[in-house]
Protein backbone atom coordinates (compact mmCIF):
# COMPACT_ATOMS: atom_id res chain seq x y z
CA UNK A 1 0.00 0.00 0.00
CA UNK A 2 1.50 3.89 -1.19
CA UNK A 3 2.15 5.79 1.76
CA UNK A 4 -0.72 8.25 0.82
CA UNK A 5 -3.36 5.83 0.42
CA UNK A 6 -1.84 4.77 3.96
CA UNK A 7 -2.38 8.10 5.13
CA UNK A 8 -5.32 9.12 3.57
CA UNK A 9 -7.49 6.03 5.09
CA UNK A 10 -5.72 6.75 8.36
CA UNK A 11 -6.96 10.52 8.51
CA UNK A 12 -10.65 9.23 7.48
CA UNK A 13 -11.07 6.81 10.07
CA UNK A 14 -9.28 8.41 12.81
CA UNK A 15 -11.23 11.94 11.75
CA UNK A 16 -14.36 10.21 13.13
CA UNK A 17 -13.23 9.59 16.43
CA UNK A 18 -14.24 13.14 18.01
CA UNK A 19 -17.69 12.94 16.43
CA UNK A 20 -18.44 9.48 18.46
CA UNK A 21 -16.66 10.82 21.65
CA UNK A 22 -18.07 14.92 21.22
CA UNK A 23 -17.87 16.90 18.17
CA UNK A 24 -18.67 20.45 17.79
CA UNK A 25 -22.57 21.44 18.68
CA UNK A 26 -24.95 22.81 15.69
CA UNK A 27 -27.22 24.34 18.14
CA UNK A 28 -24.54 26.92 19.39
CA UNK A 29 -24.29 28.09 15.89
CA UNK A 30 -27.93 27.85 15.14
CA UNK A 31 -28.56 30.55 17.79
CA UNK A 32 -26.50 33.20 15.69
CA UNK A 33 -28.64 32.80 12.40
CA UNK A 34 -25.74 30.13 11.12
CA UNK A 35 -26.57 26.48 9.62
CA UNK A 36 -25.31 24.75 12.31
CA UNK A 37 -25.37 21.35 10.85
CA UNK A 38 -23.68 22.51 7.60
CA UNK A 39 -21.37 24.65 10.32
CA UNK A 40 -20.12 21.70 12.00
CA UNK A 41 -19.18 20.03 8.10
CA UNK A 42 -16.06 22.15 8.21
CA UNK A 43 -14.65 20.47 11.55
CA UNK A 44 -15.64 17.10 10.20
CA UNK A 45 -13.75 17.90 7.06
CA UNK A 46 -10.65 19.81 7.97
CA UNK A 47 -10.06 16.59 10.87
CA UNK A 48 -9.97 14.12 7.46
CA UNK A 49 -7.58 16.08 5.43
CA UNK A 50 -5.28 16.35 8.11
CA UNK A 51 -4.19 12.24 7.49
CA UNK A 52 -4.84 13.08 3.98
CA UNK A 53 -2.26 16.16 3.80
CA UNK A 54 0.75 14.24 5.95
CA UNK A 55 0.69 11.74 3.24
CA UNK A 56 1.07 14.31 0.47
CA UNK A 57 3.44 16.62 2.23
CA UNK A 58 7.46 16.23 1.90
CA UNK A 59 7.89 18.74 4.72
CA UNK A 60 9.17 18.48 7.22
CA UNK A 61 10.92 15.37 6.56
CA UNK A 62 9.92 13.73 9.96
CA UNK A 63 6.33 12.43 10.11
CA UNK A 64 5.86 13.08 13.49
CA UNK A 65 6.62 16.69 12.97
CA UNK A 66 4.47 16.87 10.10
CA UNK A 67 1.16 15.88 11.77
CA UNK A 68 0.86 18.35 14.56
CA UNK A 69 2.13 21.08 11.61
CA UNK A 70 -0.87 19.86 9.20
CA UNK A 71 -3.25 19.88 11.67
CA UNK A 72 -2.53 22.97 13.20
CA UNK A 73 -2.70 24.89 9.48
CA UNK A 74 -6.23 22.58 8.40
CA UNK A 75 -7.86 23.61 12.45
CA UNK A 76 -6.43 26.85 12.62
CA UNK A 77 -9.38 29.18 10.72
CA UNK A 78 -12.17 26.88 12.72
CA UNK A 79 -10.31 27.85 16.35
CA UNK A 80 -11.36 31.40 14.92
CA UNK A 81 -14.85 30.22 14.21
CA UNK A 82 -15.07 28.78 17.91
CA UNK A 83 -13.49 31.74 19.02
CA UNK A 84 -16.04 33.86 17.55
CA UNK A 85 -19.20 32.04 18.72
CA UNK A 86 -19.45 32.92 22.02
CA UNK A 87 -21.25 29.55 23.08
CA UNK A 88 -18.02 27.78 22.16
CA UNK A 89 -14.96 30.18 22.46
CA UNK A 90 -12.79 31.17 25.24
CA UNK A 91 -14.83 34.46 26.34
Known sequence: MAYITFCALVGLAVGWLPKLVHGPIPYK???HGIRGDIAVWGWYTAR???GFLVGITRWPERWYLRGPLCG???MLPL???????PECGGA
Open 79 to 85: GFVALAT
Open 72 to 74: ALM
Open 29 to 31: FNL
Open 48 to 50: LAV
